[in-house]
């Protein structure tokens, strides 16, 4: 079963505007971690942002700041302000304690941020 | 830091070959992993070691693939023989067991093509 999902296979945003790329996640783990990553059309793979399971506050990280539902088992990525730059492909990724340090990756959402 | 580094960054091949890839993981980080990443299947964990051990290798696809971490600072990834399906980015990536966060540091990739 999939443990990541991110139903936008594709987003649009105009430049100045807030987006918000959605990720819900499966696990009966109750200490877990979840990573955002962008991945641009150069290919390398930058981490952006982490929740962990047991974190109260929502975490920010300059324009990028995780929406945490832990109820809904939801973790949307908010991005204010897009700029051109943030054109590429956005990652959610989970750690499980039970399975070590190894990271679960939904399938991405592409986002371009039009001028 | 220099972060982390792979080799190479491109390589194509014809099927049957061995193919060796190659990873210098941040200095200082524990945890080294290998990441396959197509179009069809997304981001795929293939093995990660702890202080240079294997821990899991579930994701090695076959008998074909095959990793060495023969010390802190290196690691290879072989397939032999290649096959055309093997056509992918590899990712290796490094983290620290010591942070809070345990964020991957992902490398460039190294494009395979096999043909």
């Known amino acids: 079963a999939q443990k990541i999902t991110q139903t936008q296979p594709g987003m649009f945003v105009q430049e100045k505007e807030a987006v918000t790329l959605d990720c819900t996640y499966d696990?009966?783990?109750?200490?877990?971690?979840l990573f955002w990553y962008k991945q641009p059309s150069s290919g390398e793979m930058i981490f952006l942002i982490y929740?962990?399971?047991?974190?109260?506050q929502n975490a920010t990280e300059g324009r990028y700041s995780l929406n945490f539902q832990k109820a809904r088992k939801s973790a949307n990525l908010v991005i204010s302000a897009s700029q051109l730059g943030d054109s590429a492909m956005y990652f959610c990724?989970?750690?499980?304690?039970?399975?070590?340090?190894?990271?679960?990756f939904g399938k991405g959402t592409s986002l371009l941020v039009t001028p | 830091d220099a972060g982390v580094i792979q080799s190479p960054r491109h390589e194509v091949t014809e099927m049957g070959q061995e193919v060796t890839l190659r990873c210098k993981p941040i200095?200082?980080?524990?945890?080294l992993f290998w990441y396959r990443q197509t179009m069809m299947r997304g981001l795929e964990l293939l093995i990660y070691?702890?202080?240079?051990?294997?821990?899991?290798d579930s994701g090695m696809p076959e008998d074909r693939f095959s990793a060495k971490m023969p010390n802190a600072s290196f690691s290879t990834l072989k397939i032999q023989p290649s096959e055309p399906r093997d056509s992918a980015v590899y990712f290796c990536?490094?983290?620290?067991?010591?942070?809070?966060?345990?964020?991957?540091?992902f490398g460039p990739g190294t494009r395979l093509t096999v043909t």
């Open positions: 990536a490094s983290s620290l067991a010591s942070g809070v966060t345990y964020e991957q540091y």
């Open positions: 696990t009966s783990d109750p200490s877990y971690g």
């Open positions: 929740q962990g399971s047991y974190d109260q």
């Open positions: 990724a989970m750690r499980e304690s039970h399975s070590g340090y190894a990271l679960n």
């Open positions: 200095s200082g980080h524990d945890y």
């Open positions: 070691f702890n202080n240079n051990v294997p821990i899991d």
